[in-house]
């Protein structure tokens, strides 16, 4: 079935730099993207989303980049502080009505002070 | 705006047993979406509701059901526990269905079944 995969379960980077999380899609026909945040103990927060007539967005700190030739999207996060650190899925959204979110496996983020 | 609510916050039950569980949506969604996560399986999607009725069914048995309310409220309710059955299990509302409408959760409710 689709699916919607993150290249690399868990990621670790030094406070203030800045962290770049892969996900890549399957469904060729997705139309909508969305990045969450899940801490520990809480639901996944809602972060950034995109629609697949763009190809890239920004928010504060945070950029989502989508690639849809190679079918990939990604979350850049500037100068990650320690309260960045959590799991982070990608998820999509197919075109029809009443298609479901489907969520990726998720990435944990680490950060060092 | 008050989030999403889910009671309760953790439940445990023996195998066989069933469990209902509870979520109060966003005040104006109208949309209550349901996930089970786990460590193994990730956010797999389990159903949703719009308008009191079921509009998509993920991939689970018959045991899992679920309904809604014309506030909006939602209901799941898992039959004849199996030890598998034990996740977190989350609830979502969004202002309405199809693509292009953000998730909104709430902190889950933690099922353990022995």
């Known amino acids: 079935g689709e699916s919607v995969g993150l290249h690399l379960p868990t990621l670790s980077v030094q406070e203030g730099d800045n962290s770049i999380i892969n996900c890549a899609y399957s469904?060729?026909?997705?139309?909508?993207f969305i990045w969450y945040k899940q801490e520990s103990g809480k639901g996944p927060q809602f972060i950034i989303d995109?629609?697949?007539?763009?190809d890239k967005r920004q928010g504060q700190r945070v950029t989502v980049l989508l690639n849809k030739t190679v079918k990939h999207l990604s979350l850049q996060i500037a100068a990650t502080q320690p309260g960045d650190s959590a799991v982070y899925f990608c998820?999509?959204?197919?075109?029809?009505?009443?298609?479901?979110?489907?969520f990726g496996p998720g990435t944990s983020l680490s950060v060092i002070p | 705006k008050a989030g999403v609510t889910q009671t309760p916050r953790y439940l445990i039950k023996t195998r066989g047993q069933q469990v209902t569980l509870s979520c109060s949506p966003i005040s104006g969604h109208r949309s209550v979406s349901w996930y089970q996560q786990t460590p193994g399986q990730g956010l797999q999607f389990l159903f949703e509701y719009f308008s009191e009725t079921q509009r998509n069914k993920g991939n689970f048995p018959g045991r899992f059901s679920g309904r809604q309310f014309s506030n909006s409220r939602s209901e799941m309710n898992v039959s004849t526990l199996e030890l598998g059955d034990s996740a977190l299990y989350l609830c979502?509302?969004?202002?309405?269905?199809?693509?292009?409408?953000?998730?909104?959760f709430g902190n889950g409710t933690r099922l353990t079944v022995t």
């Open positions: 979502a509302s969004s202002e309405s269905t199809g693509t292009g409408r953000p998730l909104h």
């Open positions: 995109i629609r697949s007539n763009m």
């Open positions: 998820a999509e959204n197919g075109m029809a009505s009443y298609d479901k979110v489907i």
């Open positions: 469904n060729s026909a997705s139309d909508y």
